[in-house]
């Protein structure tokens, strides 16, 4: 079982890769949590491109080595305490993308909303203002905090947190956060937008986005992902 789910999060860190989430691809990192509370993270220094499923590191609750070989990232305790704090959250996703990344340098408290991929995030968004690495348990204490019952964080010049009921979940909410942040900087020049108010934004998020959707969506980066890798008729014998 916990097999299966390492392939899954290795794919799940080449589509963030593939659709332009993970900076240079070193740095930022995803975790999956198993039902006997094992999580798995990539080891630091690897690449979201380049990690395989025999690659992932698995640690206990309190952050212990117990699968695997490599060094763990500084950042691990970040996701430690959102599991922590959140028994409902299997999945966190912390990347530093650069629409997001922008946005967050002159957020204030909302976006504006014009297109589906922003609807989850209609609101007041929760924002954390330290601009320093999470390297503390009380920095990832008060990160969890910052995120309540919410399922993502911008962070002030740093990036984005985002957490799911499944790693389907954690990671299209990182993808449609990333699509909020630059529509919302590439309209915020205008006067006049028609933006999505807050009572149809959170209709349109319940019809939109649940397990059945999460799937279709995570199904379709699984395919295009799988385009991307050439065919044995493609290659050429030299």
Known sequence: MNEELKMKLEK???ILC??????????????VKTDDNR????????????????DMLGVDPDGNLLEGKGRL???LILHLEIYRKRKDIFSVVHVHPLHSVLLSS????TIKIVTQNGMHFAGKIPFYESLDLIRSREQAIELAQVMGDKLFVLMKNHG????????EEAII??????KAAKEHLMISSFEKVTEVTLELAEKMNAKLFNPEQYKMMWDFYCRKLDRRKPSPSSTVLS
Not at 18 to 31: K, P, S, V, Y
Not at 39 to 54: C, D, H, L, N, R
Not at 173 to 178: G, K, Q, R, S
């Open 18 to 31: 593939m659709e332009g989430l993970a900076e240079d691809t070193i740095r930022g990192h995803i975790t």
């Open 39 to 54: 999580i798995y993270i990539k080891p630091w220094g690897m690449g979201f491109e380049e990690v395989t499923a025999q």
């Open 106 to 109: 002159v957020f204030n408290g």
């Open 160 to 167: 984005i947190v985002t957490a799911g009921r499944s790693l």
């Open 73 to 75: 990232h500084s950042e």
């Open 173 to 178: 909410l990182a993808i449609d956060l990333e």
């Open 12 to 14: 799940g860190y080449k």
